[in-house]
Each structure stands twice: as structure tokens, then as C-alpha cells.
């Protein structure tokens, strides 16, 4: 997964030692180890992170409905890349709906919810998470086939198109199975004796935390990150470089549409996926600096969140940047302002006219294009 679970720095916050944060996962070295008190980041973290968590869920919430809405009611899914918006959409409103729980925690200190939620909601974020970033890489490998491949594309896309929800149903499958761990481990317990509860992993006695954290790291990384990197690199590498040779006046468009997704996911998940890579290096290690461990305190409260802020901007980057899909959303405003007026009378006629203006101007947009979908490319 490309961010790791909430709750980074919890145990920092019940403990005055150090501690590491792998997944929601924690190593607290032993007690010889040098303390280190860091009341400056969980005081930061206290005011930071809610606020940070709440703003997100909202707009999270208001661009991916808007999608699932435009879907819904306003458009088919007409290629795959619709099929797959249509499902990052779910998934990242899934996602951001864990977000008030963990806002919660971060604010009181603990949580307050029963062990069954906390379960239901580490696993649902980390599904959710782990299937909107397999979903980018899926949106990827179509753009490259219908722009790079398009002489051939037709035929084979054609025949795809169709099984485009076993392809889904695939994704979250695997993203099930990536997250398996999150249920399996993620309990509701006291922390070192205390009376505040936490939602953590916890461990058997024959089980190796290190060995543990470590794999789910690398499922997460691997996962979650490089491969939708790989791929969007490789395939809008070819994407722009087919749209600079091409004789058309929107190429220009389109090409600044894919340096905004590569350079937006880049800027989201790179900062974080590079704190994961430093927090698995220093695992088990018990010579760090204090002053390095609080500066990595407040880096991983902020990398985290600017990580979960990539849900808000796909429906701006995959959806509300291409025409196509601006002019649903358009038709929405419309017919919602239409709706609230309360003409009983005019709404009707209201809504006709703009569907009929709109479908005129859709058709037009539409044909000769079997392969439009909601990108401006």
C-alpha cells in the first residue's frame, strides 16, 4: 500500500520510548534502550492530524460521489478506463470513511470504539487503499493500449470491455488478500498495563512481529506503490510521446493531462512510500538519534496525510479534467439548480432542455470516437 495505516505515531502516544511504525505496526526496543520523549510530535499530531483527516473525508467524499453519481445517472461506462473510474470512485469513498475514526483516536488519544470496528475499519482502509492504487495502475496499461496501441486497440478492447468487472473483481480481490493480515492481526487491547485502549496489531508469543512487519511492508510497497509507478511511468512515457507525434490540435491538452497525473502521484506518494523504506531500515535498530526520531515524528504525520490526499484529487485528475466528463458534471449543476428552485412546473422543462442541449453536444463529441471515454486524450 502506498500509505500506511492510520495511526503512525499512536504508540508514541501511551509510551516514552522509542518506537517504530510499520502498517499501524509497532517495535518498542528494550527497556535499557534510551528514552526519548516526544510530546512536541504527539501534541502536533493531537491538532494536526483530525483536522487534516476531516477536510479530507469531506472533499474526498464530494468529488468521488459526484463521480459514482455522473456514472449512475448521466453516462455509461463506456470503455474500461469508466469501468475502472467508476470503481476508484467506491473505493476511495470507502477509504475516506474510515478517516473520521481514526481522527477521533488522534484527537482523544485512544480508541474508543469497540475490537469488531476496529478490525472492520483497519481492514476496510486498507483494502480501499490497496484497491484505488491497483486501480491507477489498471487505468495506465488501458490509456496506453487505446492511445500507443490504437490501430490495434479496437478488436482487443472491445473484447476486454466485457470482462472489465472480472478485472475489477480480480483487483479487489488481490487487494483483499494484500490487506488479509490488517484483520487477522488488528485488535482492540490495553496498552503497557494502562487503561487506555488501542487498535494496534498484537502478536502471539510464536509469532516474529519483526518478520511480520517487515512482509506486510514490502506487500504494501510493492503493491501499492511501485507497481502503479512502474507502469504509469512506462505507459504515459509512450502515451506523451505518441501525442507529440500526433497531427491533432488537443495534443497539447491531453499531454499536460498526463504530466499532471504522473507529477501529482509522484508528489503524493513518494514522500511517504520514502518514510516506510526508512522505517524498515531502521527496525530493530536501538542507536538512534532522539532529535532524528521526533523529526521523523512530525515527517511521517505529514507525508501521511499528503499520501491519503491523492483520493480528493483523482476524480479532479481521472475524471473532471477531461471534457467529456466536465459536461456531465455540468448537467448535474444544472439539473440540481433546477431541483432546488422547486419549479414543479419549470423543472421538468428545465431538465429536458438541458439534457436535450447537452446529448446534441455529446453526440457530436462522440462520433467517430467507438473509444471515448472520460479523459481529454
Known sequence: MGAELPMNSSNSEYSMDYTESVSGMYYTPEESDLLCFQEEVRQFSRKFVPIAYSLICVFGLLGNILVVITFAFYKKARSMTDVYLLNMAIADILFVLTLPFWAVTHATREWTFSN????????????????????????????YIAIVQATKSFWFRSRTLAHSRIICLVVWVLSLVISSPTFVFNQKYNMQDSNVYVCEP????????????????????????????????????????????????????????????????????????????????????????????????????VTEVLAFLHCCLNPVLYAFIGQRFRNYFLKIMKDMWCVRRKHKVLSLPCARVNSEAFVSRQTTEIIGNDNASSFTM
Not at 121 to 142: E, Q, R, T, W
Request: with cysteine.
Open 116 to 143: 469488531a470496528l476496529c478490525k472492520l475499519m483497519k481492514g476496510i482502509y486498507a483494502v480501499n487503499f490497496n484497491c484505488g492504487m491497483l486501480l491507477l495502475a489498471c487505468i495506465s496499461v488501458d490509456r
Open 202 to 301: 498484537k502478536y502471539g508469543q510464536e509469532s516474529d512481529p519483526i518478520m511480520w512487519k517487515l512482509l506486510v511492508l514490502v506487500l504494501q510497497l510493492l503493491f501499492g506503490f511501485f507497481v502503479p509507478l512502474v507502469l504509469m511511468v512506462f505507459c504515459y512515457m509512450f502515451i506523451v510521446k505518441t501525442l507529440v507525434q500526433a497531427q491533432n490540435s488537443k495534443r497539447h491538452r491531453a499531454i499536460r493531462v498526463v504530466i499532471a497525473v504522473v507529477l501529482v502521484f509522484l508528489a503524493c506518494q513518494i514522500p511517504h512510500n520514502t518514510m516506510l523504506l526508512m522505517t524498515a531500515a531502521n527496525l530493530g535498530r536501538v542507536n538512534r538519534s532522539c532529535a532524528n526520531e521526533k523529526l521523523m515524528g512530525y515527517i511521517k504525520n
